[in-house]
Structure formats: C-alpha cells, structure tokens
C-alpha cells in the first residue's frame, strides 16, 4: 500500500456496519497495518441510515476526520443504494460494494454481491457484515482472510465467532464467482 485507503460503509441501525469498520480495522491491525474505525450517526434508532469510516495505511494514521473520498464504499442494504450520500465523493478508482443479487448501479462503480443468499442459507438470518468483508477482503486484498477470520473471532466469541468465520470464508471463496 502506498496510500492511505479509506473505506465508508453504510447500514442501517442494526445492520453492523459500525461494527464491520471495527472487524475491518482490528484485521488490519492483526496484520501489522494501521488502522482506525469510528462510526457516524444520525437519528439512532434501528433501522435508520448509519454510515462508518475504516482507515488501513501502512504509515501512521493522523487524520481524524470523516471519510469524505472513499476508495471504497460498502452497502449493507441495497435500498441504501440510491442515496446521494453513498456516491459523495467517489473517486475515479473507486469501488461500490453493494450487497445484492441483481445490478444496481451507483455511477458505473458498483460490484454486486448477493451476502443476503449466503447469511439466510449459512445462519438462517439476514444477518450479511461479516459476508460482506469476505467479499471486500478479496475484492480489494487490504486484509489477509486469516486476520479478518481471527478479528471475527475475538469480536463474536463461541458459536456466534465459528459461524460468522464460516461466513466470512465462504463469502471470501465465493466472490471471485460472483463478479
């Protein structure tokens, strides 16, 4: 990495993207990158839009500001989509990592990823961040799938943890077959 990489997730309240920018940042960190994860809300209530920023470098981070041009950009919810605040300041390397199974453009940038098809037949829920960072994780190679599976672990302890490593893995091996 030459560049510092910054990546905003957007959810709803309850969806875990606040808690996929803190899975995200400690796997980098397991893998002697730095990193930092923060969250930014609005109303806080379930099911409201919710947005969090990650930062990976391989340098000290100093910037404590919100991530405003995302080298990549994850949606949870693919009714998110179609928010303005989803394509703010892409830049022209940017990726759009959007968690659904048909196309859904967000100014020619998106990569679909069906995480709900795999979290509803994997756990039985629609339950799709830790699918989702197995997708990005080899999307963008910023996190080596062992630090993402063991930041899963530490984070979702006991059956919850093995689970959500299945899905992580499975998401991982699944998404070069989804592009």
């Not at 905003?8 to 803190?22: C, L, N, W």
Request: net charge neutral.
């Amino acid at each position: 990495m030459n560049d510092i990489i910054e990546i905003r997730f957007h959810g709803r309240g309850g969806q875990g993207a606040v808690t996929s920018a803190e899975i995200l940042a400690k796997a980098a960190g397991l893998d002697n990158k730095f990193s930092q994860a923060f969250p930014n809300f609005g109303p806080e209530r379930r099911g409201a839009p919710v947005k969090a920023y990650c930062r990976i470098d391989d340098q000290p981070i100093t910037n404590r500001s919100h991530v405003y041009r995302p080298d990549y950009v994850v949606v949870m919810d693919p009714t998110l989509a179609e928010l303005p605040e989803v394509s703010d300041g892409l830049k022209e390397g940017s990726k759009v990592l959007i968690n659904s199974d048909g196309p859904i453009d967000v100014k020619g940038k998106s990569v679909e990823y069906d995480a709900t098809g795999l979290a509803i037949r994997l756990l039985g829920k629609n339950i799709v961040n830790t699918a989702m960072l197995g997708a990005l994780s080899k999307m963008t190679g910023l996190v080596s799938i062992g630090s993402l599976k063991k930041a899963v672990s530490d984070r979702f302890p006991g059956k919850v943890g093995e689970m959500n490593q299945k899905l992580v893995e499975e998401a991982y091996n699944q998404y070069g077959d989804a592009e």
